[in-house]
């Protein structure tokens, strides 16, 4: 089991590490299994499916967590990862028109969803222009245009899978992504979310805890 005492308890997940001995201690001087530039993990929302391992967990010591699982509301969908704090790293792949969010906030699972920021909406386009993987995560916005609301951006923390254009042609109306940068969308805006405004996107972003101190376990 990994759980950060400084996250949510539902933040725990079962990680898989290679260890120089089988001694549970051991755990925390691992090396994780990484899958897709992932680490291979089984979080929360997932481990709530499955009663056995739930009781499993409560036998090795983690009742306070298994009784968390319990109470989870079982999800017709099964994501692949959720967040637990605003600014948790998460997966974005550029090819994909959307991305799918799913927070567990106060033992309730909510789900909205991002646009793709790098869509190219023009008439002569409507495509998105790059293919590739990236790891970005929310922040608090501190440009000065945002000064007076509670506004949130993306930084890029890393790339996954190479960047690759669609078009060896294209303009760059929608600028590539850069590793430590903030994302922007078209003609250079960056990519921002209000979180005072009614939409799902931003009720969900609202709810979730500001930890921004949290080193990245991407």
């Given at each position: 089991m990994h759980i950060d005492p400084r996250l949510p308890l539902v933040s725990g997940q079962i990680r898989f590490r290679i260890t120089t001995s089988n001694d549970?201690?051991?755990f925390e001087n691992g090396t994780d299994l990484f899958i897709q530039?992932?680490?291979?993990?089984?979080?929360?929302?997932?481990i709530a499916h499955f009663a056995p391992l739930i009781e499993q967990l409560r036998g090795d010591g983690y009742a306070e967590y298994a009784q968390t699982l319990s109470s989870l509301p079982l999800s017709k969908e099964k994501p692949a990862r959720v967040q637990c704090y605003l600014e948790q790293p998460f997966?974005?792949?550029m090819s994909f028109r959307r991305h799918s969010l799913f927070a567990i906030v106060s033992d309730k699972i909510l789900s909205s969803f991002l646009v793709n920021t790098f869509f190219d909406s023009r008439r002569s386009k409507l495509a998105t222009p790059y293919t590739g993987r990236i790891v970005v995560c929310f922040e608090?916005?501190?440009l000065p245009e945002h000064a007076r609301?509670?506004?949130?951006?993306?930084?890029?923390?890393?790339?996954?899978d190479p960047i690759a254009l669609v078009?060896?042609?294209?303009d760059m109306h929608v600028p590539m992504p850069r590793v430590g940068s903030l994302l922007f969308t078209t003609r250079n805006r960056v990519c921002s979310y209000n979180l005072d405004e009614?939409?799902?996107l931003s009720v969900v972003l609202k709810r979730l805890p500001s930890i921004p101190d949290i080193e990245p376990d991407l």
């Open positions: 549970p201690a051991q530039g992932e680490p291979w993990k089984i979080h929360a929302v997932r997966v974005m792949d608090r916005s501190t609301g509670n506004f949130v951006v993306l930084r890029v923390l890393k790339i996954l078009d060896p042609d294209y009614s939409r799902k």
